[in-house]
């Protein structure tokens, strides 16, 4: 990425390293999965205080991420691959070898945001992409086709907007003149029928539910879950940063569900359920950035960090 004239020399800081670091390392060694690789900080801090004999395997559905992040950890050599693709095929990409250690950091990274060709930006006009990687549909072809319907339940949804009805009804208005294509127009369409005072956050929740609508990020991570507690060995553990109540709370059920014991009601003599717990809970309450962390670092706001080890 660097020289391009998008995105400039935008770094990535990552949110909330040494609490990652803290969970994930148990001084033992293996391989290492960050599902989510983007540039490479959070893969760099794992690498930095493991065991010499850790290697880690970095996956990321952006091949512009993953030129990053090739730079950033080449000093790791061979300890290193990356691979461009989908955290939700995790097994399939790790070709059946086990791993001590998941780490997921969910959502988009600030390269991402600040090069206005791929249109994540409500700051800037651009085309209305979204996409993540290659095979995806683009914001702007959803917007095309979906009913009025479904692109406020979305906004509801993924959003948490509350004027969803109102927007919707306008971005179908707006597309009777034809196909919206721009992020610019997009953000006309929304200004004209939400609060001035409130535009910025209003914008902010728009585009973020066309984003994980489009990158199917909440099946993504539905798909991840089950599939990272067959990689873990006994001991190794799993990992993931959210942004979003959505994820957070998917993340907290897997995790507590998977956390239980047997779920037989408590008047029968004995189990019939014959459930065993397969994690163990690191995080009882999600961990969140300091003061400091969230003040230097806007993306940090939202952050939450959820932990569990294999049993
Ligand atoms: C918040 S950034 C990660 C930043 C990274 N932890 C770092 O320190 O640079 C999220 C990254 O996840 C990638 N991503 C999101 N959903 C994905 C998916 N389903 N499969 C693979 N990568 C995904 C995005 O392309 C983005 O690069």
Redesign the pocket.
């Given at each position: 990425m660097s020289g391009d004239p998008g995105s400039g020399h935008v770094r990535?800081?990552?949110?909330l390293?040494e609490a990652v670091v803290r969970v994930m390392m148990t001084g033992q060694s293996g391989l290492f999965i960050?599902?989510?690789?983007?540039?490479?900080?959070?893969?760099?801090?794992l690498l930095e205080s493991g065991p010499a004999g850790m290697s880690l395997l970095g996956?990321?559905?952006?091949p512009a991420?993953l030129d990053?992040?090739r730079t950033r950890l080449a000093p790791y050599g061979d300890r290193v691959t990356l691979v461009q693709?989908?955290?939700?095929e995790v097994e399939r990409i790790a070709g059946g070898r086990e791993c001590r250690g998941i780490?997921?950091?969910?959502?988009?990274?600030s390269?991402?945001i600040a090069d206005r060709r791929r249109g994540f930006s409500y700051l800037e006009d651009g085309p209305l992409d979204m996409a993540?990687?290659p095979g995806g549909r683009s914001v702007a072809d959803l917007l095309g086709t979906a009913g009025e319907a479904e692109i406020a339940r979305v906004i509801r949804e993924y959003g948490e907007e509350r004027g969803s009805r109102r927007i919707a009804a306008e971005i179908v208005r707006e597309r009777r003149r034809g196909p919206i294509e721009r992020t610019g127009r997009l953000r006309e369409a929304v200004e004209r029928v939400s609060h001035p005072a409130r535009i910025i956050p209003t914008l902010a929740r728009v585009f973020q539910a066309l984003r994980i609508w489009a990158?199917?990020?909440l099946e993504?991570?539905q798909a991840?879950l089950p599939q990272a507690l067959r990689l873990c060995v006994p001991g190794g553990r799993i990992a993931i940063?959210s942004?979003h109540s959505l994820e957070d709370r998917m993340v907290k059920q897997f995790f507590r569900g998977e956390s239980q014991g047997c779920q037989c009601p408590p008047d029968f003599p004995r189990c019939i359920c014959g459930r065993t717990p397969t994690l163990r809970l690191l995080t009882r309450r999600p961990l969140t950035p300091d003061a400091a962390e969230k003040d230097s670092n806007p993306?940090a706001r939202s952050a939450r960090l959820r932990a569990a080890e294999r049993m």
């Open positions: 990535h800081t990552p949110v390293v960050d599902g989510t690789v983007g540039t490479g900080g959070h893969s760099a801090a996956i990321d559905r952006d991420a990053e992040a693709g989908d955290f939700a780490l997921l950091d969910l959502g988009i990274s390269l991402q993540m990687g990158n199917r990020e993504a991570l991840f940063i942004y993306r």
